[in-house]
Nanobody, 115 residues
């Protein structure tokens, strides 16, 4: 059974930085990524990264956030810089398993950016 464990959320002032991480065990994953959901808004795909290192970012975070992964550790990171109040949301990591394209989600971590 695949379980994802997230860490790194918290409260930060606007302009500050946070780093999220998410780890899993037991499988090989083709794509890893982050989604977020803010109160009253639709979920948003924040960033994704393939096993080969190709990345994709939402326009709202491009240039401020950086996604990376350590394949040996089955871990994905999201470095968030120049945070804005509108980045406040619950952030969820997402892994797609290579063997059967099954999708797995983390439990979510709260990121709050104060103005």
């Amino acid at each position: 059974q695949v379980q994802l464990e997230e860490s790194g959320g918290g409260l930060v002032q606007a302009g500050g930085s946070l780093r999220l991480s998410c780890s899993a065990s037991g499988s090989i994953f083709s794509i890893m990524g982050w989604y977020r959901r803010a109160p009253g808004k639709q979920p948003e795909q924040v960033a994704t990264i393939t096993s080969g290192g190709s990345t994709n970012y939402a326009g709202s975070v491009k240039g401020r956030f950086t996604i990376s992964r350590d394949n040996a550790k089955n871990t994905v990171y999201l470095q968030m810089n120049s945070l804005k109040p509108e980045d406040t949301a619950v952030y969820y990591c997402w892994f797609r398993r290579l063997s059967d394209t099954g999708d797995y989600w983390g439990q979510g971590t709260q990121v709050t950016v104060s103005s």
